[in-house]
């Protein structure tokens, strides 16, 4: 999808009528002035001429089709303030005068610049149902700027013509048995590594149909050069089944409208450690020892206990792994403490070795696996892997937490971990043990 194209011009009247002070000619009853005013009402006209994937969503063969719809916002913010009020196309057609009255809690100097945003004023990619029409109502946002040079009576000028960008990509998942026959799911989950769930936060986006189908589309924002991971539920009579497919390096670049087709992978509910390969990542582990795609579905009389979080396969093609537990320790530790009685709070299921504090390569191999993404050799992103550990349980803190080795500790900020911090004997940290199986 391209972006729009909008020439602003000057003036509006309440009632949508363009006013004389658009004219070059200069009145005597003109109040020209350079600062507006908190709390009072002004008015703008643009003349938008759409051309590319912004609001009105049609799909037309390999591409989307975008037209104004006169029932949208599109609204107005200085700074970190929104107006009151909000600008309203008067077509439903590519090109539309957008027109509205809005108001200020501020008072603000001209010349200033101005973003203009649709359709919400929040941006929040939960939710999603996989229609285009929903897209197009509460996820396909675009921006632009503005600069607002002076006031004619009530009536703000902008003179510059603007680009308004995509914050996101469309696409378009038809789901594919193993077979090659039309899957028609319950829920779509897509996980990556920076995928946005709403302006400040990134995380798993689960998309929830009305009713089952093959087919949903999707705003997207965030993934670059990624491991996508998606997992697919159908639910037949009440019983759960789940499909997986993973791909590495993949980009969803802002404003294009990607068509996929994806041939998935059934996954069985409740398989024992030793038969599980990557596609679980993200599944948990009960204490009876098997492999579940969610908490509560771990049987009754069993806990879960670890999520899955790495898994390869040796020499002899046995299956190995690292699991995370599922909450931190009750109680922060010195590193001598973790290391020796930390695992002891846990009981070893059925086919799994130990429990022990992750050391630097354990911790890495798990992020690594979850499809995090290296910043340098000691930073990692690890949005994806704290995403599902939400999912299934409860997120790591943004807070410091002990690896196993050299009074090593790791720093967790929200969004990126260092693993390079040194020195914290004596430190009481916090602490998550894993399952090595």
Known sequence: MKKTLLYFFCVLLPSGAMLTACSSDDSESEQISTKIEA????????????????????????????TWNTTENIYVKYSDSWFTGALHPNANNAT?????????GESIGLPATMTLQFPRTDIDYTEQDGTLDKIATHYDYATAEVNVTNIVNQNLNASEFVDFDNLQ????????GPEGNPLNVSNLRISATDLKKTDTSTG???????????????????????Q???????????????????KDNVTFANGTYQPISVKMR??????DLANIDPGYIGWVVGSDGKVYAKSNEVPSGQTAVAMIAYVYKDDTDKVHGLAIALKDESSKMTQASAVENAPTNHQVPTGASKWKLPNRADWKNMFTACGSASTNES????????????????????????????????????????????????????VRVCLEF
């Open 96 to 104: 539309a005068y957008l027109s509205g009255a809005i108001t200020s």
């Open 204 to 226: 798993d986006i689960t998309i929830t149909p009305s009713s089952a189908t093959n087919e949903m589309y999707a705003a997207l924002s965030g993934i670059n050069d990624a």
């Open 228 to 246: 996508v991971t998606l997992t697919a539920t159908v639910n037949t009579g009440g019983t759960n089944s789940y499909y997986v497919y993973r």
């Open 169 to 176: 990509a469309i696409a378009k998942f038809t789901l594919k």
């Open 266 to 271: 059934s996954l069985s509910n409740g398989v």
């Open 379 to 430: 930073s990692f992103n690890y949005t994806c892997f704290n995403s599902k550990l939400a999912t299934v349980g409860t997120a790591l803190q943004s807070n410091y937490y002990w690896s196993s080795i050299d009074d090593n500790y790791l720093f967790f900020n929200g969004t990126e971990v260092d693993m390079s911090r040194y020195d914290g004997e004596g430190f009481a940290f916090n």
């Open 39 to 66: 709390n009072k009402t002004y008015y703008l006209a643009i003349n938008a001429a759409k051309r590319g994937g912004t609001r009105a969503l049609n799909p037309y063969d390999s591409k989307i089709e975008t």
